[in-house]
């Protein structure tokens, strides 16, 4: 049989989009994934019988730019028609909801605020933009590519105006909480826009640098940062992809981990020439091409042995600590959330900034927060397949839960936290628990042995100042090529970083194909 | 017809030091100050017969070396010493003694961890390293990186080259430093939890953030980017307290014909069609002059004292919004004799340096929590000087003045306003916590000065008692200090300028802010420039 010209180690989202570029570029391309099947953490699980759920429980700003290339409509992709509000609880049931352009809930002030906050978030998030897709310019003696590249970033930035440039430079790198506090008088209201620019990193509303740059990054799309769920939940899109990059003739081989990346010392100096699988099988390939996270393709996959040392340093220093809890509950009819209709949308539970705070606190000393915060969907609404009928599921992010919990995670850890979050979200859905039929709860640590991402990070390495652009995951790798010729990144782990939006295969892919 | 060419609001050191550079061009110029004494926040007060309080700052190392030499500092009266010999508390027995000697402190660094012994050296050329940067900028004006006139495309081009050339190594190591936790910084270098909690203080002291908090790790070059007769990261006494910092530059001023008028609290700017033409003082005089500095901070000259109506849209908001966080307090304690702490060899450096009683970062990061929540820690942390070892003028002979710094202390506290009962609470929760190291240290004490966030805001004018004039974080550092568009000294009514920490380069007795703005104003009035360059001879 005829050498494969690329593997690809996971299938993620990240990795089927690239696999489905290089394959339409023609390209013998081969897929290894080693769970049953493919989408890593969008991936769903049938945590009960009869009840599925997806550790991405809905999508937010998937790039429209890639989803057109690869015409993912054609394969079955439908990015769900109205995005999900974002709703507040409230104990006293004055519940806020954030939709698009609107806000409800909260003073007339606040409202006419959020108009205006919106428009320049929008404003901002504009100028970002065209950096995501970009592949980042590598510092030093550039070559002509790279200093437009570095010119097109600085005018994006320029274009803005003086005044909004000022603005920007200054809100770029401040606390969620400062931002909020300027612009808003409503606690709740505060809290929830919070959210997107702390969840999934190790960030709290306190915490300068890096928050307000995740919300703009989240806020790319036309989405705005308002989550969908696409039909058939996360998973309808990676069926989609997985059905594009098949159509354009990749391979794709669930249920074969890989152990090693095979790197070669010819007279040319080391290359990747493919992998050994767990089972001892070595597939020969042109290169390969890792989605998995930085950690663990260069310290686990390639081997330290095969790296300078200096490089080694720089991977092993990545901040990949995850601090997102999931909660998954099976429930035989639709939970009553007091003062809420229908418990259609992203239910927030965050009373103030504060509690988001202070329940970081915890997790700065190894432990769970006294007091989680989070983040509930019942996808089930949207999706009926997830549940038996007239039965649902509740997904839920839940912060914060530290990776490694100290004295180590045991069953009756998790069962702490699980019994936490469910009495946390009783307070405001009373009879919440008559419903319950099922229940899994997965920690960091959970994610990271089930879905192999160092440290259970939804974003592969924290996505935060010192670690992204031209640094992500670290220089001598930003560019998606790495110090060993053949392996490529296209994972989360490189620029520009996490969530649902394929760019980083998109970006990888280009390279490659060059 | 103006009385005054220039007229400074506050006699705080920058203050002062933009006074002289003004009158050393020949201006005539007038300081005012509310207080009976000047010095704002370096200031040496007798508040107890025969001692000397160095009540705010007491310490001193980012006072710009070209201003001391230039402004002959020396001759006024000023003198440096370095200070040695800091032991570090852990919160048990543990000493960590840094000894003077390069050898012995190797050793000692050995005792708790020969990892960390060999790391300390990496770690110093590291920060001395970063620190050469932020140097370089002390005394230059920052660009406007929104304008496109050519004196601001010339500096940004110089600092784009400048950065450029340290090479993609160096600039990933700077975006790091620049961006990530103390803490975090710390984890690349040390293992063991007290040589971290040691080194990680600097990046505490006097801000809102915590070891754990993003952006603390420059803080933490903030306090070592200074210099004692040019060796970067040294800490001095000022002989005769830290007012013998402002006393010496108020006396240059004067040895160039200013005017220094205390007790004179300035109640209003006087804008007259959008430009400033004096002020207005709390005794009603109206002096009148062509500018008007004021080195208050940006939030209290904004709010406090000039009128909303005389502002540009906008700026008002600004300055409400202006990140200016208390999160420090001070004891400062006449000691009738030299304080014995437990578990310190007699060492004649070690009992006569710092103390730092900081055991672990985790103890230090749980008062930050506190003050998040509006309290005090039980165990705070404490930074300690006995300048009266080194410095015969601050007390009597035999007696000893001690100041101890604490973080974090909350400017407002849970459970309603400061009183003078809290004060003392907090008080006694510092000599406690000393007299746990130290036993018999009570019975020293001869007079005691509690501040918290509250007093330092009352009595010097600092809003909420936050030393740095403003927080040191990234939306307000550099061309964003105190606001991004007024990173020029040159504030948003014509005339108007300011001097004070709020502006770059930011907190510290550096005296840098004051000449800047010097700089600027000279500038404008189209007058020879009086104030020096940044020299680097110890680079």
Known sequence: ?514 | MSSYDAIVIGAGHNGLTNAAYLAKAGLKVLVVEKNDYIGGAAVSRELQEGWQYSSCSYVCSMMRQAIHRDLDLSRHGLLLVPYLGTVNFGDGDERLLAYHDEEAAHLELKRHSPHDADAMHRFQTDLTRYSQLIRKTLLRTPPDPTSFRPRDIMELLFLARTFWSLGEKEIYEYVRFFTMSAAEFLDDYFENDMIKAAMASPGIIGTALGVYSPGSSYILLHHVMGDVDGSIGAWGLARGGMGAISHSIASALKSYDGEIRTEAGVQKVLVEDRKAVGVVLENGDEIRSDIVVSNLDAKRTFTKIMDKADLPDGIYEKAKNFKIRGSSGKVNIALSGMPKFTGVPDNPYLNRGGQGFCGSLETMERAYDCWKRGRWSDDPFIESVIPSAWDPTVAPPGKHWMSNFIQYCPPKLADGPWTPEKRDAFGQTVIDKLERYSPGFKDLIVHMEVRTPHEIENEIGLTEGNIFQGELTIDQLFFNRPFPGYGQYRMPVKNLYMSGSSTHPGGGVSAACGANAAREILMDLKRPNTVPEDDFYDE
Not at chain 1, 385 to 409: D, Q, T
């Open chain 1, 1 to 514: 049989m005829d050498r494969y010209d690329s593997i690809i180690v996971g299938a993620g989202h990240n990795g089927l989009v690239c696999a489905a570029l290089l394959a339409r570029g023609g390209q013998k391309v081969l897929v290894l994934e080693a769970a049953a099947a493919p989408g890593g953490l969008a991936a769903t699980r049938e945590f009960h019988p009869g009840y599925t759920a997806s550790v991405a429980h809905s999508i937010s700003g998937f790039s429209a730019a890639v989803s057109r290339d690869l015409e993912l409509s054609s394969y079955g992709y439908n990015p769900g028609e109205n995005p999900l509000p974002l709703i507040g609880l409230s104990e006293s049931q004055e519940h806020v909801t954030v939709s698009r352009d609107s806000v409800s809930g909260v003073s007339d002030a606040d409202s006419r605020a959020y108009r205006d906050y919106r428009r320049r978030m929008a404003k901002f998030a504009d100028a970002l933009k065209p950096f995501w897709s970009k592949t980042m310019p590598r510092i030093g003696p550039g070559s002509l590519r790279d200093l437009l590249t570095f010119a097109h970033m600085g005018w994006s930035i320029r274009k803005l105006g003086k005044s909004d440039m000022q603005e920007f430079m200054r809100v770029a790198s401040l606390p969620a909480r400062d931002l909020m506090e300027e612009q808003f008088s409503s606690e709740l209201l505060k809290a929830s826009l919070s959210w997107d620019g702390l969840i999934g990193s190790r960030m709290a509303p306190r915490s300068p640098n890096s928050s307000v740059l995740m919300m703009l990054y989240r806020m790319a799309e036309d989405g705005r940062g308002l989550h969908s769920i696409p039909a058939g939940g996360a998973s309808g899109l990676i069926a989609a992809l997985q059905r594009c990059a098949e159509a354009a003739g990749a391979e794709i081989r669930c249920g074969t981990a890989v152990r090693k990346i095979a790197v070669d010392g010819g007279e040319s100096g080391l290359t990747a020439t493919g992998v050994t699988t767990a089972a001892g099988e070595q597939i020969a390939a042109e290169r390969v091409v890792s989605a998995a996270d930085p950690q663990r393709t260069f310290i686990d996959l390639v081997g330290v042995e095969h790296l300078d040392i200096g490089f080694t340093n720089r991977v092993r220093r990545l901040r990949c600590d995850g601090l997102v809890g999931k909660l998954h509950l099976a429930l035989d009819g639709v939970p009553e959330f007091t003062g809420l209709d229908a418990p259609r949308g992203r239910l927030l539970i965050a009373p103030n900034v504060d509690a988001i705070e202070f329940a970081y606190d915890d997790s700065k000393y190894g432990s769970c927060s006294a007091e989680p915060v989070m983040e509930l969907t019942l996808p089930s609404l949207c999706d009926s397949s997830l549940a038996p009928a007239g039965s649902h599921v509740l997904s839920a992010h839940v912060m914060y839960v530290p990776a490694r919990l100290k004295g180590g995670w045991t069953d009756a850890a998790r069962q702490a936290i699980c019994e936490r979050s469910i009495a946390r979200i009783e307070r405001y859905a009373p009879g919440i628990r008559d419903l319950i039929v099922g229940q899994e709860f997965l920690t960091p640590a959970d994610l990271e042995s089930d879905y192999r991402v160092t440290g259970g990070h939804w974003h592969h390495t924290e996505f935060a100042m010192d670690q992204m652009l031209m640094m992500r995951p670290t220089y001598g790798a930003a560019q998606y090529r790495t110090p060993v010729p053949g392996l490529f990144l296209c994972g989360a782990g490189c620029h520009p970083g996490g969530d649902l939006n394929g760019l980083a295969g998109y970006n990888a892919a280009r390279e490659i194909l060059e």
